[in-house]
């Protein structure tokens, strides 16, 4: 019992007298010890930006996800979401980690005190037009077979992305993306067995999954239009142009609908990158204020 | 009463796991380097899984197992690469999840630098039931009680169980 009282102590005060900020992702900074350098020739305010734009990605995607816990069709399958969110909610600390480490923060910081560790800043205090995910995880979940869709979508764009993290410049870029690529060929294949199951399965699945589908396609017109900033990176050797993965992508989301009996709609025209660029739909402003009101409410409140 | 050891590594070595408390963390491959640097104990440790909740945990026992064997300056770093791999669960780590009725990992797929090949079957992983020993069991689900484990469930004695999943 004394240990335990002295482990919670630790946990409480592990960075200052005052006590933990109260609405944290962790009692620890995930990048602790871990060597921060910038690659020699880098911008650090592109590689920042670069972070926020593969973080929030999965901070945005893990809240939707989220907002199936307690709803899943089946236990088992709440607590799969909920996995899948986790693991997406650890890529996001390390990358939003990453970007504070090289002093992006937008105004978060204007926001935020001094006590609460960047990651949370950047979570908790930045507006709408400062995130920098694409359209395809801000959507509105949609039904089950809507949301396996997506997953399934977004989690192979992300796998062939992460995959060619691998080999980045960044050696932190590169750490996270091969941790992220064991994690994510999980969460895409998990997917991708629900969708072959609510295609080929029942007349309603079928319907359903077949809607999901539609609805879908047309949110993945911006995936692979690059911005100035990822061009610059990919030239580099930091960052990956998401036009290569479209191939991948393509093959891989066509073999899985095929498999599904499910029609593959039209792949959308290329559209310009907004997301990356902070222009959002008012969805955005709904699911920040879920995942940012109380902590704007109480940006002091410590326990 | 505790054995006061004089080696920081000793002594790093006997810190458990929060989640699972009969495999420390040498157990289970999480302790990557005990080591002294000018008088500071400095001790790296790797997550499991990026959204691994356990550890700040981890680091607060650690100090904390550290501190009470005499050693006032710690410090312990994360190290991220390579990444966490199950095929670093010790053969110790594997026979304590066993005997706490937890079925232990196989190989890990091999990572290339390619892309990932899809895998749409049921996954070919196979897991003996580790309360009856029985060789014929299911998966019921790839992810379980924490991101580490599947779930699934002997076709002989019809309990369900939990199995570290090959990462």
């Given at each position: 019992?004394?240990?335990?009282?002295?482990?919670?102590d630790a946990l409480t005060n592990a960075h200052d007298d005052a006590g933990h900020w109260a609405f944290g992702t962790g009692f620890d900074e995930p990048l602790a010890g871990v060597d921060t350098t910038v690659p020699d020739g880098v911008d650090p305010a592109a590689l920042g930006e670069y972070c926020l734009m593969l973080g929030d990605d999965a901070l945005v995607l893990a809240q939707r996800l989220t907002q199936w816990v307690t709803a899943a069709p089946e236990l088992e399958e709440e607590v799969a979401i909920a996995n899948v969110a986790l693991d997406l909610l650890g890529q996001a600390r390390l990358l939003l980690a990453r970007a504070g480490s090289v002093g992006v923060l937008g105004r978060s910081r204007d926001r935020a005190?001094?006590?609460?560790?960047?990651?949370?800043?950047?979570?908790?205090?930045?507006?709408p037009d400062e995130f920098r995910h694409t359209a395809l995880v801000e959507a509105p979940n949609g039904d089950f077979a809507q949301t396996m869709i997506r997953l399934l979508a977004a989690s192979t764009v992300r796998l062939a992305v992460f995959a060619r993290l691998r080999g980045s410049r960044d050696p932190v870029l590169a750490a996270i993306a091969a941790k992220g690529v064991n994690e994510l060929a999980y969460h895409r294949d998990h997917a991708a067995r629900w969708v072959l199951r609510l295609g080929d399965g029942t007349p309603e699945s079928h319907r359903r999954a077949q809607a999901g589908a539609d609805a879908v396609w047309p949110l993945l017109a911006e995936?692979?239009?690059?911005?100035?900033?990822?061009?610059?990176l990919t030239e580099a050797g930091i960052a990956v142009d998401p036009s290569e993965v479209r191939d991948e992508v393509v093959g891989v989301l066509t073999e899985v609908l095929e498999r599904a009996t499910l029609r593959v709609p039209a792949w959308p025209a290329d559209a310009p990158p907004r997301g990356r660029l902070g222009e959002h739909g008012p969805e955005l402003a709904e699911l920040l204020g879920t995942l940012q009101g109380l902590a704007r409410q109480h940006p002091a409140a410590t326990w | 009463?505790?054995?006061?050891?004089?080696?920081?590594?000793?002594?790093?070595?006997?810190?458990?796991?929060?989640?699972?408390?009969?495999?420390?963390?040498?157990?289970?491959?999480?302790?990557?380097?005990?080591?002294?640097?000018?008088?500071?104990?400095?001790?790296?440790?790797?997550?499991?899984?990026?959204?691994?909740?356990?550890?700040?945990?981890?680091?607060?026992?650690?100090?904390?197992?550290?501190?009470?064997?005499?050693?006032?300056?710690?410090?312990?770093?994360?190290?991220?690469?390579?990444?966490?791999?199950?095929?670093?669960?010790?053969?110790?780590?594997?026979?304590?999840?066993?005997?706490?009725?937890?079925?232990?990992?196989?190989?890990?797929?091999?990572?290339?630098?390619?892309?990932?090949?899809?895998?749409?079957?049921?996954s070919r992983?196979?897991?003996?039931?580790?309360?009856?020993?029985?060789?014929?069991?299911?998966?019921?689900?790839?992810?379980?009680?924490?991101?580490?484990?599947?779930?699934?469930?002997?076709r002989s004695c019809r309990?369900?169980?939990?199995?570290?999943?090959?990462i």
């Open positions: 019992m004394a240990h335990e009282e002295t482990v919670y005190t001094a006590s609460i560790p960047d990651e949370d800043a950047l979570a908790y205090f930045r507006d995936t692979f239009a690059a911005t100035d900033l990822e061009l610059r | 009463m505790n054995v006061v050891l004089t080696d920081p590594r000793a002594v790093a070595e006997t810190v458990t796991d929060p989640e699972l408390p009969t495999l420390t963390l040498a157990d289970l491959g999480v302790l990557r380097d005990v080591r002294v640097v000018n008088g500071t104990v400095v001790v790296e440790i790797t997550p499991t899984y990026s959204g691994c909740p356990a550890m700040g945990v981890m680091r607060a026992d650690l100090l904390h197992a550290l501190h009470e064997a005499g050693f006032p300056e710690v410090e312990v770093r994360t190290v991220l690469s390579p990444a966490w791999s199950t095929d670093w669960i010790s053969e110790d780590g594997r026979r304590k999840l066993a005997e706490g009725g937890i079925a232990p990992p196989g190989k890990a797929p091999v990572r290339t630098t390619g892309p990932v090949p899809l895998q749409l079957g049921p992983r196979t897991a003996a039931c580790p309360l009856c020993g029985s060789p014929d069991t299911e998966e019921l689900s790839e992810f379980s009680s924490t991101a580490c484990k599947a779930l699934r469930r002997c309990e369900p169980f939990e199995h570290v999943k090959e």
